[in-house]
């Protein structure tokens, strides 16, 4: 298998724009997970779900986040209208029940 | 609420022994991970722990788990600059299985030569 796939992997955008991250979990998991880390806040788990529907978005810092997942191999995180406080390194992960997280390479966005 | 604690940061040099530690809170853990990110990469799991061993050794890596403590270690053995990284600790979140896991806030390890 490929591992989890994310896109783009540098993002570079204007405030104000909308922005959409990719991700393709491992085929067979039914968990995948969106996280955010940034050094002052460290990894931040942003939203989860499991066989595509969304059980925890707690993490989701404001209306202005959201995720989508419309089948079991992709899912999107979008930020409309994006800040430059959102410039982070976004990770997918994905996993089957409760067992290990695979994490993808990451997303690198810069708000400018 | 659920708690993981790391020490951010550990600095030691080339071919001497590395010991990360890590607090929880949660005593239902059924097991508890070590994840290691190296610099531009996504988290990888590195090693684990079921709540029934007290340790678990895999090559160079030695876990130690003291249940009544709650504390998770992991000793890195003949340190090598390839092992500069940040480790992550993790657990379960809650009792049920929610597929959801608690990190650290991650312990940068520094490797001198």
């Known amino acids: 298998d490929a591992g989890v796939i994310q896109s783009p992997r540098h993002e570079v955008t204007e405030m104000g724009q909308e922005v959409t991250l990719r991700c393709k979990p491992i085929?067979?998991?039914?968990?995948l997970f969106w996280y955010r880390q940034t050094m002052m806040r460290g990894l931040e788990l942003l939203i989860y779900?499991?066989?595509?529907?969304?059980?925890?978005d707690s993490g989701m810092p404001e209306d202005r986040f959201s995720a989508k997942m419309p089948n079991a191999s992709f899912s999107t995180l979008k930020i409309q209208p994006s800040e430059p406080r959102d410039s982070a390194v976004y990770f997918c992960?994905?996993?089957?029940?409760?067992?290990?997280?695979?994490f993808g390479p990451g997303t690198r966005l810069t708000v400018t | 609420g659920e708690d993981v604690e790391q020490s951010l940061f550990l600095s030691v040099r080339e071919g001497d022994s590395s010991v990360i530690n890590c607090t929880y809170t949660?005593?239902?853990?059924?097991?508890l991970y070590w994840y290691k990110q190296e610099p531009g990469a996504g988290l990888q799991l590195l090693t684990y722990i079921f709540s029934n061993m007290d340790m678990k050794q895999d090559q160079r890596l030695t876990v130690l788990l003291n249940k009544k403590d709650k504390h998770l270690s992991l000793r890195i053995a003949d340190t090598q600059t390839g092992d500069s990284a940040i480790y992550f600790c993790a657990e379960p979140h809650g009792s049920s299985n929610t597929g959801k896991l608690i990190f650290g806030q991650g312990t940068t390890l520094q490797v001198k030569p």
């Open positions: 949660d005593s239902s853990s059924t097991y």
């Open positions: 085929s067979g998991h039914d968990y």
């Open positions: 992960a994905s996993s089957f029940g409760s067992r290990q997280q695979y």
């Open positions: 779900f499991n066989n595509n529907v969304p059980i925890d």
